[in-house]
């Protein structure tokens, strides 16, 4: 299936590993040209090198933090000099640990700024660059916890579902000039994030992370195992494609069985 993403243009945060990373990659090998962010800029500038010259297309690395102005700022900007962006995915976004009755302010807001404001700013600034070049796609990475959460961690499953919400809203805000929106809601994928947690979390019993994983999987999963990046990539590529032209506005859970809702 040609999906026509031959020649756009992708900007996509938290590129540099994970999920974003497998995005970057399955947008590549459509022939995207890409701006990839993300805080880190070696590890980003080396897969920006590698997928530039893996699938000939353009890389471009931005080393910002989404969760600032000043950084939001420096990724609208490199992709204007790219002539400017068709694709936004608003990725960059990391889990949380606390309960609410602890949690100080400081870290509601920063969770705000990162998995909310990033992608207000974002589509204030990429959207017009959009519509000058005939329409595009912003994608949302929020997560299941977004309508099914899991309780260690209120603070993301509530930014989560704020996104959720921002997403909705600003699809018909944006579908006039043809931009279509759409948030994604993935299950357990499997990320060196939830790798490092693993080994961390059985370092004292004997080290068996595996055993570990595969336990959550068991508990969370109809499946009963986790999905790799690239299976949640492909749904994040399809819907950036025009064979996608009638999705604006929906979520599209991507949880190998784990929502426990129709
Ligand atoms: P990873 O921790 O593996 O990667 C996160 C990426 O985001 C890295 O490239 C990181 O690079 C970047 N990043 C983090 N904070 C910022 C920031 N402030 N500014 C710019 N870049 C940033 O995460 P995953 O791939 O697992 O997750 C990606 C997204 O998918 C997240 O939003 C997450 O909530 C969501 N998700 C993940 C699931 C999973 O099971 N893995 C399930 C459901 C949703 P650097 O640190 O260098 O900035």
């Given at each position: 299936m040609d999906l026509g993403l031959k020649g756009k243009i992708g900007v996509i945060t938290g590129a540099s590993v994970g999920i974003g990373l497998a995005i970057a990659e399955g947008l590549a090998a459509e022939g995207t040209n890409l701006v990839l962010a993300a805080r880190g800029g070696e590890r980003l500038e080396a897969e920006a090198a590698r997928i530039g010259e893996k699938y000939g297309v353009s890389a471009t690395a931005v080393a910002a933090d989404v969760a600032t102005v000043a950084g939001t700022e420096a990724i609208i900007a490199a992709a204007a000099e790219k002539g400017g962006a068709d694709i936004l995915i608003n990725n960059a976004g990391t889990g949380s640990n606390e309960t609410v009755m602890e949690a100080p302010d400081e870290k509601w807001q920063a969770y705000w700024d990162l998995h909310v404001m990033a992608a207000v700013r974002l589509a204030r600034g990429i959207a017009p660059q959009m519509k000058r070049r005939g329409g595009g796609v912003i994608l949302h990475n929020a997560s299941?916890?977004?309508?099914?959460?899991?309780?260690?961690e209120p603070i993301y499953n509530v930014s989560k579902s704020a996104l959720m919400m921002f997403s909705k809203t600003l699809s018909t805000e944006l579908i006039p000039d043809n931009i279509r929106v759409n948030c994604v809601n993935a299950g357990l994928i499997l990320t060196p994030d939830w790798i490092k947690t693993a080994k961390q979390l059985t370092a004292e019993n004997g080290g068996n992370w595996e055993g570990y994983l595969q336990s959550v999987a068991n508990e969370h999963a109809a499946s009963k195992r986790f999905g790799t990046p690239e299976e949640l990539a492909n749904v994040f590529v399809f819907l950036s494609s025009e064979r996608a032209s009638y999705c604006i506005g929906s979520t599209y859970f991507v949880d190998g069985g784990m929502l426990k809702t129709i």
């Amino acid at each position: 299936m040609d999906l026509g993403l031959k020649g756009k243009i992708g900007v996509i945060t938290g590129a540099s590993v994970g999920i974003g990373l497998a995005i970057a990659e399955g947008l590549a090998a459509e022939g995207t040209n890409l701006v990839l962010a993300a805080r880190g800029g070696e590890r980003l500038e080396a897969e920006a090198a590698r997928i530039g010259e893996k699938y000939g297309v353009s890389a471009t690395a931005v080393a910002a933090d989404v969760a600032t102005v000043a950084g939001t700022e420096a990724i609208i900007a490199a992709a204007a000099e790219k002539g400017g962006a068709d694709i936004l995915i608003n990725n960059a976004g990391t889990g949380s640990n606390e309960t609410v009755m602890e949690a100080p302010d400081e870290k509601w807001q920063a969770y705000w700024d990162l998995h909310v404001m990033a992608a207000v700013r974002l589509a204030r600034g990429i959207a017009p660059q959009m519509k000058r070049r005939g329409g595009g796609v912003i994608l949302h990475n929020a997560s299941i916890c977004a309508i099914q959460p899991l309780w260690y961690e209120p603070i993301y499953n509530v930014s989560k579902s704020a996104l959720m919400m921002f997403s909705k809203t600003l699809s018909t805000e944006l579908i006039p000039d043809n931009i279509r929106v759409n948030c994604v809601n993935a299950g357990l994928i499997l990320t060196p994030d939830w790798i490092k947690t693993a080994k961390q979390l059985t370092a004292e019993n004997g080290g068996n992370w595996e055993g570990y994983l595969q336990s959550v999987a068991n508990e969370h999963a109809a499946s009963k195992r986790f999905g790799t990046p690239e299976e949640l990539a492909n749904v994040f590529v399809f819907l950036s494609s025009e064979r996608a032209s009638y999705c604006i506005g929906s979520t599209y859970f991507v949880d190998g069985g784990m929502l426990k809702t129709i």
